[in-house]
């Protein structure tokens, strides 16, 4: 159902009563099917202003409802949290008693603790029914290791009270080990608390910031056709959004790009939008690469993008061996300005990205910049961690969103 705003109800009133008022005037001059026509005319103008807003406003709509919803979620995060503390207070009041408290009132806590956790894991898997289309995959992926996390510590305290019930008797010594013990997972399972509503947060915001940064996408360069999704698999809209503006504030002549798909075409787009250079994307997949390159042809833009099939193949990189893309395919390539780093994927292995810099630097431009996406994910850290200790130029930006990562100081190539 389309839902449109106030103000496009204010405009269809507008427009409807000057129409009325229009035809009743005409009807009582010499021309009244001229004048119709015209009051008519005026009409479906407005209609169509109405109209081609409509779209806008029923997305908009869609994300507040979202936004809405996530806040909930967070305010019984934020009320759980409290209810928490308070029962973790009594479990460790009863385990410090053990000696004197009875065995039920012992089960009693360990009951109501599984209890709030248990509640703690639904609200998780609440947030995850939100999913729009466009919602990112790492944010389940996110909400997964929350889950997990939470049953951890979870576990980890009804174990030990369990612990304690059962070993009542076996003596002091025992106790105290098991109360520390019960400490550190209380302890734990703050943290994790306080982690889980920082990321409930971030899903009430962030749905909205990807869809406002397609729009932005779309309004600024017009695509012709469907294009593939963002997220997921793809970079993200907000990731597409930055790389496009970095081809307008950089004006590169070469971007490029490991791994093709969505936001190679997004970049021809800004390429064409710019009036020159190139985007070159390497692409292990044979099926992927005809199937970028027909979107390619889909959207005219083969003289701005070039897609590479480039087989994975085993590359020396600084005396160890790394599945990269085929050197018949990269050591043409350069100079680079811009070096976006999404492939090979993840499944290639651990370090699958880090090849990158050392069997490219030679052919970056000294002031390129390298963008790695995923960078808020463990082996991408560790690459970027191991670029920044093998080249102290190496710098990244501030400011930049936390999954993709802005490098300078990566290019050696000497020009004349
Ligand atoms: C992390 S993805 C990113 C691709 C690109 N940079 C983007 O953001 O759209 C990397 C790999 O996904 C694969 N890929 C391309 N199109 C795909 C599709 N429609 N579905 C799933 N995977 C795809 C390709 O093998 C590509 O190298």
Redesign the pocket.
């Known amino acids: 159902m389309r839902r449109w705003t106030r103000r496009q109800w204010v405009l269809i009133a507008a427009s409807v009563v000057l129409w009325l008022v229009g035809i009743a005037a005409c009807l009582l001059t010499a021309w009244p099917v001229a004048g119709a026509a015209l009051a008519t005319l005026v009409l479906l103008v407005a209609l169509a202003v109405v109209d081609s807003g409509s779209e806008d406003a029923r997305l908009l709509a869609k994300v507040n409802v979202l936004t809405k919803r996530a806040d909930r979620t967070l305010e019984q995060v934020d009320g759980l949290e409290e209810r928490l503390a308070r029962q973790m207070r009594s479990a460790r009041r009863a385990v410090e008693d053990a000696g004197t408290q009875s065995l039920d009132e012992i089960s009693t806590f360990k009951l109501q603790l599984a209890a709030v956790i248990q509640q703690l894991v639904e609200i998780n898997q609440a947030s995850r029914a939100m999913n729009i289309d466009a919602i990112d995959e790492r944010l389940s992926l996110l909400r997964d290791g929350l889950d997990e996390a939470l049953r951890r510590s979870a576990s980890g305290v009804v174990d030990v009270v369990e612990r304690v019930a059962s070993e009542r008797g076996a003596g002091e010594g025992r106790q105290a080990k098991d109360l520390d013990a019960l400490k550190a997972t209380t302890r734990q399972l703050h943290s994790d608390i306080v982690a889980t509503r920082r990321d409930v947060n971030r899903v009430s915001y962030e749905p909205a910031k990807e869809v406002e940064a397609m729009l932005q996408l779309t309004r600024r360069y017009e695509p012709k056709d469907v294009l593939?999704l963002a997220g997921g698999?793809?970079?993200s809209s907000s990731g597409i959004l930055m790389l496009t503006e970095m081809v307008r504030d950089r004006r590169p002549a070469l971007v490029v790009?490991c791994?093709?798909?969505?936001?190679?075409l997004w970049l021809g787009y800004a390429l064409r939008a710019q009036g020159y250079g190139k985007v070159v994307a390497l692409?292990?997949?044979e099926s992927?690469a005809a199937?970028?390159r027909a979107l390619v042809a889909r959207h005219d833009l083969q003289d701005w993008v070039t897609v590479l099939h480039a087989p994975l193949q085993e590359r020396d990189v600084e005396g160890e061996t790394h599945r990269w893309y085929s050197a018949d395919q990269t050591d043409g390539l350069g100079p680079i300005d811009i070096l976006?780093v999404?492939?090979p994927?993840q499944a290639v292995g651990p370090w699958s990205r880090y090849p990158a810099l050392p069997l490219l630097e030679s052919r970056l431009r000294a002031d390129a910049v390298l963008v790695i996406?995923d960078a808020a994910r463990d082996d991408e850290k560790a690459v970027v961690q191991r670029w920044k200790e093998r080249r102290d130029t190496v710098t990244q930006l501030p400011f930049t969103s936390r999954y993709q990562a802005v490098l300078t100081g990566v290019g050696r190539l000497q020009e004349s």
Not at 259 to 264: D, F, I, L, R
């Open positions: 593939p698999w793809a970079m790009e791994g093709s798909g969505a936001s190679t692409e292990h997949e992927y199937q970028v976006v999404d492939g994927p996406d």
